[in-house]
């Protein structure tokens, strides 16, 4: 299981001494603790493997936001560090797809779902989501989906 791994990494992060690791990986278990929180409020079961996946994809998006501030703020070393933290972090997802296997599996969604016009983009989107939670980037897809369906 993925909190497995984060948390072996954690144990692993304080036994050397690695500040920026053991730091980054205490904030993933913080984030993945309220997330558990809000599901439990909500009803729902702790997270599963995918949503974690999703809630590291979120994660790192956060950090690449806050470095390209920081650059423009001229704080190249804040920008640095979260770079670092991304670096931590996207050690726990699985490889990332290519642009070519992501064209691929977007044209193999859309003759699965049969989808014929953009109305249809939220089915491929879908049956992307099920397929390839984690390894695919999902703005890229969106796109990809959507100039496939406009003809």
């Not at 193999?108 to 695919?136: C, F, H, N, P, W």
Request: aromatic share 2%; glycine share 12%; hydrophobic share 45%.
């Amino acid at each position: 299981m993925l909190r497995d791994q984060i948390n072996g990494a954690l144990k692993d992060a304080m036994k050397s001494g690695e500040k920026l690791k053991l730091s980054t990986l205490r904030l993933v278990n913080a984030a993945i603790k309220n997330a558990d929180i809000e599901a439990r409020g909500g009803g729902k079961p702790p997270l599963d493997d995918a949503a974690v996946l999703s809630l590291l994809q979120k994660l790192i998006k956060q950090r690449q936001e806050s470095a390209v501030l920081y650059e423009k703020g001229g704080r190249g070393e804040l920008a640095a560090n979260e770079l670092a933290e991304i670096k931590v972090i996207e050690g726990f997802l699985p490889k990332q797809m290519s642009d070519a296997e992501i064209d691929a599996a977007v044209k193999a969604a859309i003759a699965e779902t049969g989808a014929t016009s953009v109305k249809d983009m939220g089915k491929v989107i879908g049956a992307l989501r099920g397929k390839y939670a984690g390894q695919m980037d999902f703005g890229k897809a969106s796109g990809l989906v959507k100039s496939a369906l406009a003809g």
